[in-house]
């Protein structure tokens, strides 16, 4: 069956712009992950979904940082005002219910110029 | 104290042994333990998971969990050089709701 599915696959932007991430999960997957990752070093939480909703926000680095998930599918990630420190690869991952086996996306890599 | 911890490598082990992982976590309440295999610009890709004491099989992979040590582990068997890879471990605690993942350990399996 499909996969999780990630897009854009690559993202350069300015300095400044606001730039969108979109994860489609596995048909039927409850929880929803998005993670980052820098060069070289390991994952890093940013936000959970349990259907539409976000019982955990904390990991998002700054207000900068908003997602949302509609239909208990699509989740989008926006990024405001980006900077520099922001390049990173973004992934998404979904499991059936949370605590189960979580599958990830390819990720998108983003690049601020 | 880092949450879940793993020795960064590099693991080098000849083509056709052996290689072993560890991982180490630190909360008593964890339930759900994982292993992943990334390749370099790829996404983690899940190996195995497993939930209670004991030994899990699947191919030449192997996973060992010790709840009480608070200890998981993951043998490849037959190593090939395609698993030359980063070994990431994750823990689940339902607390929490998060996956916390160790930063890896580098394989290099030598043809």
């Known amino acids: 069956g499909a996969g999780v599915s990630q897009s854009p696959s690559n993202k350069v932007t300015e300095k400044g712009k606001d730039v969108e991430l979109r994860c489609d999960p596995i048909?039927?997957?409850?929880?929803l992950y998005w993670y980052r990752q820098s060069l070289g070093q390991g994952l890093e939480f940013l936000i959970y979904?349990?259907?539409?909703?976000?019982?955990?926000k904390s990991g998002l680095p700054s207000d900068r940082f908003s997602a949302e998930r509609t239909g208990g599918s699509v989740s989008t990630l926006t990024i405001q005002r980006t900077q520099q420190e922001d390049s990173a690869v973004y992934l998404c991952?979904?499991?059936?219910?949370?605590?189960?086996?979580?599958?990830f996306g390819p990720g998108t890599r983003l690049t601020v110029l | 104290q880092k949450e879940v911890e793993q020795n960064s490598g590099p693991l080098s082990v000849p083509e056709g042994a052996i290689a072993s992982l560890n991982c180490t976590y630190s909360?008593?309440?964890?339930?759900?333990f994982f292993w992943y295999r990334q390749y370099s610009g790829k996404s983690p890709e899940l190996i195995m998971s497993?939930?209670?004491?004991g030994d899990k099989e699947d191919g030449r992979f192997t996973a060992q969990l010790n709840k009480a040590s608070q200890y998981v582990s993951l043998l490849i068997r037959d190593s090939q050089p395609s698993d030359s890879a980063t070994y990431l471990c994750?823990?689940?605690?339902?607390?929490?709701?998060?996956?916390?993942f160790g930063t890896g350990t580098r394989l290099k399996v030598l043809a």
């Open positions: 991952a979904s499991s059936f219910l949370r605590g189960n086996e979580q599958f």
């Open positions: 048909s039927g997957h409850t929880a």
């Open positions: 979904f349990q259907g539409n909703s976000a019982p955990d």
């Open positions: 909360d008593r309440g964890s339930q759900s």
């Open positions: 497993i939930y209670s004491n």
């Open positions: 994750a823990v689940y605690t339902s607390g929490t709701y998060k996956y916390i």
